[in-house]
C-alpha cells in the first residue's frame, strides 16, 4: 500500500509555473514535518522545502521567493507551489514525511518521485 505519493509533475517551459502534490495515506499524518526535495542523475539529492510542526518553513537557496510549501492536514495532503520555473529546476521531485504511527513512533516516509523538466 502506498503511503506517500507525489503527482503534478511535467514539462513546461521557463517562467512557467507547476504545483506538485503529496498525498498521505492511511495512518500516516503530513502534520508534523513535511518536506520536498530533489534529485539530478549524478547528484545528490537536496532539500528544496520543508514545513515543520509549528508551520515555520526553510527553502533552498535558490527556490526562495519562487516556491512555497504548503499543507492541509485535513485533506492529508503536502504541495509545493512552483513558479517562475527554470532549466536549473529540472528533477526528479521526492515527498518526505515524518508521522507518527501507532505502536511504532516517529518514521519517516518517502515518495517515488516524480518528474518537472524545465526547458528554456
Known amino acids: 500500500q502506498v503511503q506517500v505519493a507525489e503527482s503534478g509533475g511535467a514539462s513546461v517551459r521557463a517562467g512557467q509555473s507547476l504545483r506538485l502534490s503529496c498525498v498521505v495515506s492511511?495512518?500516516?499524518?503530513?502534520?508534523?514535518?513535511a518536506a520536498w526535495y530533489r534529485q539530478v542523475p549524478g547528484k545528490e539529492r537536496e532539500l528544496v522545502a520543508r514545513i515543520d510542526g509549528d508551520d515555520t518553513t526553510k527553502y533552498l537557496d535558490s527556490a526562495q521567493g519562487r516556491f512555497t510549501i504548503s499543507r492541509d492536514n485535513g485533506k492529508k495532503m503536502v504541495y509545493l507551489q512552483m513558479t517562475s520555473l527554470k532549466p536549473e529546476d529540472t528533477a526528479v521531485y521526492y515527498c518526505?514525511?515524518?508521522?507518527?504511527?501507532?505502536?511504532?513512533?516517529?518514521?519517516?516516509?518517502w515518495g517515488h518521485g516524480t518528474q518537472v523538466a524545465v526547458s528554456s
Open positions: 492511511g495512518d500516516l499524518s503530513p502534520t508534523n514535518a
Open positions: 518526505w514525511v515524518k508521522s507518527w504511527v501507532t505502536l511504532r513512533g516517529w518514521r519517516e516516509y
